[in-house]
């Protein structure tokens, strides 16, 4: 089992950055692949960054949107068990629900069988 809680999400103004959060609890946080995925008012949930331990190397997908590709990062700290995602020059259209999921490495929401509670990013133009 495990159970993942966000946490940094709030409002912002275009142009802003803000840092998210994920905590995990629970054994073998290493062993998943950890994504974000978001969900505008109105909109599907969307695939926005997964990341897996393989080696000791770190891989991670990225969304195929580019805008988000060279705004958004992910990354993980796995000695705490918190995956982040790090939003840069935020625009009003990611204003969404930000959720994070444990799983199998994918950007297909079905390959998560943990979710997180969310977290609403609002960025104000």
């Known amino acids: 089992q495990v159970q993942l809680v966000e946490s940094g999400g709030g409002l912002v103004q275009a142009g802003g950055s803000l840092r998210l959060s994920c905590a995990a609890s629970g054994r073998s946080f290493s062993s998943y692949s950890m994504a974000w995925f978001r969900q505008a008012p109105g909109k599907e949930r969307e695939f926005v960054a997964s990341?897996?331990?393989?080696?000791?190397?770190?891989?991670?997908?990225?969304s195929v949107t580019d805008s988000v590709n060279s705004r958004f990062t992910i990354s993980r700290d796995n000695a705490k068990n918190t995956v982040f995602l790090q939003m840069n020059s935020l625009k009003p259209e990611d204003t969404a629900v930000y959720y994070c999921a444990a799983g199998a490495y994918s950007a297909s929401q079905q390959s998560y069988g943990y979710w997180g509670q969310g977290t609403q990013v609002t960025v104000s133009s």
């Open positions: 990341s897996r331990w393989s080696d000791s190397h770190l891989y991670y997908t990225s």
